[in-house]
């Protein structure tokens, strides 16, 4: 497969934005007659070429069922599928591919781990959680806690959009807690939760600690095992992958101990009528046909988001993220939510008298694409006193101009409303 049309690395903490944008085809559309604006890449990334390429190169050259055929073109596909697992492992640090399990996207990683771990868990126990929680880290374990009798807890936030760490300390002190799963990045407020002290906190009072990692693992290097995390979810289509395609990364000896997920095709070792036994880990959890393009297609994101560093990323990013806030900040009326300690490349707002969703509109008659509403997470919305804001996110090929033109058209709508 043509995999090899990638970036060469940047020095350390420099980034050709231009060169990047021209990687990616859609960025040279236009929308309403103006070129298009991409601000909602917290929602779904936009893909690069050698992504769309590997796709297309793998459907035409290399393509069958895999882990079951006999002949070559099943194998090749089967070895191109599980090399990508190996990659995960690597852009993980993971201790062993075989800790990686493929998953259709975050919520079903998180999903899985509610209900396989979860059936290990008993009344008395509770699960610990964020006021900043995606629905996705939230719902499961309600619907955990609803059949089984584990207590959900709920961890607060300070004003400015950070995890009070002292309220955290005082849930965890009974010795009750059995898992705190917590976002790494905020996909409202944009907050970096501080993950070593949280997962320090919950080994010492006795828990496990999952970390939804659907924000972060796009803008910064993730070292799961300098984390302290027992689980890390991601997914593909945030990472300037194809969507259909997830991660979930567990502790070998919690996977070997947690029951399958799914029961179906290639999760067994044997079946008979009256009993299956199960395959080893990962396989026991990735029951049926896998998302095999896709899986193909995250491989080479990740090449290609590895060629160009996380050093150069995360240091554009956080200079963009500085930048945008101090054009923000001189748009009338308008408000940014949250002032955490540290900040990914996440800004909601507010604009006096004017809805979200009409901010969205109007910007997007302009060529600009942002988000609007309570962004799955609406109890952190009641926890703001807000009903919904309006998001911009940004991902590598975002540049100053699309900070501009965002403020500048911010400005000029904040003018025809008043």
């Keep these: 497969m043509n995999t090899d049309r990638t970036l060469k690395a940047a020095p350390a903490g420099k980034l050709d934005v231009q060169a990047v944008r021209a990687q990616f085809p859609i960025l040279s559309e236009t929308v309403h007659g103006r070129p298009f604006v991409f601000l909602d890449s917290g929602a779904s990334a936009q893909k690069p070429a050698v992504v769309i390429d590997c796709m297309a190169d793998a459907m035409r050259h290399q393509y069958a069922n895999i882990h079951r055929g006999l002949y070559w073109m099943s194998e090749r596909t089967s070895e191109a599928y599980e090399a990508v697992r190996g990659q995960v492992a690597a852009f993980l640090n993971a201790p062993s591919h075989e800790e990686i399990i493929f998953t259709r996207n975050s919520t079903e990683a998180i999903n899985l781990v509610a209900h396989s771990l979860g059936s290990l868990m008993k009344p008395g126990q509770a699960v610990l959680i964020s006021e900043m929680e995606h629905h996705a880290n939230l719902i499961p374990w309600q619907m955990l ?21 002292e309220a955290y300390g005082r849930l965890l002190e009974d ?29 010492e009072a006795g828990a496990l600690v999952l970390f939804d990692g659907s924000q972060a693992a796009v803008h910064r290097r993730t ?14 289509h945030k990472l ?25 095709g290639d999760m067994i070792s044997s079946v008979t009528f009256e009993k299956s036994t199960w395959a080893n880990v990962p396989h026991k959890f990735e029951a049926g046909t896998p998302a095999i393009v896709e899986t193909i297609g995250l491989g080479a994101a990740i090449r290609w988001v590895e060629s160009i560093g996380f050093d150069a990323i995360e240091a554009h990013e956080q200079a963009l993220t500085a930048y ?23 800004i909601s707002f507010t604009m006096a008298d004017v809805h979200p969703h009409d901010i969205a509109t109007l910007l997007d008659r302009n060529g600009i694409a942002v988000r609007a509403g309570q962004h799955c997470a609406e109890p952190l919305m009641r926890r703001l006193g807000l009903h919904a804001t309006t998001r911009a996110s940004f991902g590598v090929y975002t540049d100053t101009h699309d900070i501009d033109v965002l403020a500048e058209t911010l400005a000029r709508i904040r003018d025809f409303f008043v």
């Design 145 to 165: 806690r609803d059949r089984s009798g584990v207590e959900l807890r709920v961890a607060p936030i300070t004003d400015e959009g950070d995890l009070d760490m």
């Design 324 to 346: 945008a806030l101090e054009k923000l900040a001189d748009v009338p009326g308008l408000k940014v939510v949250g002032a955490p300690k540290q900040r990914g490349g996440v």
């Design 175 to 203: 010795g009750k807690v059995a898992l705190v799963a917590m976002t790494h990045m905020s996909n409202v407020l944009g907050t970096v939760t501080p993950a070593r002290e949280i997962a320090d906190r919950a080994h």
């Design 223 to 236: 070292d799961v095992q300098a984390l302290g995390a027992d689980f890390y979810t991601f997914t593909g």
């Design 240 to 264: 300037y992958g194809p969507t259909g395609i997830g991660v979930l990364w567990g502790r070998r000896a919690l996977l070997d101990d947690m029951p399958p997920f799914l029961g179906g």
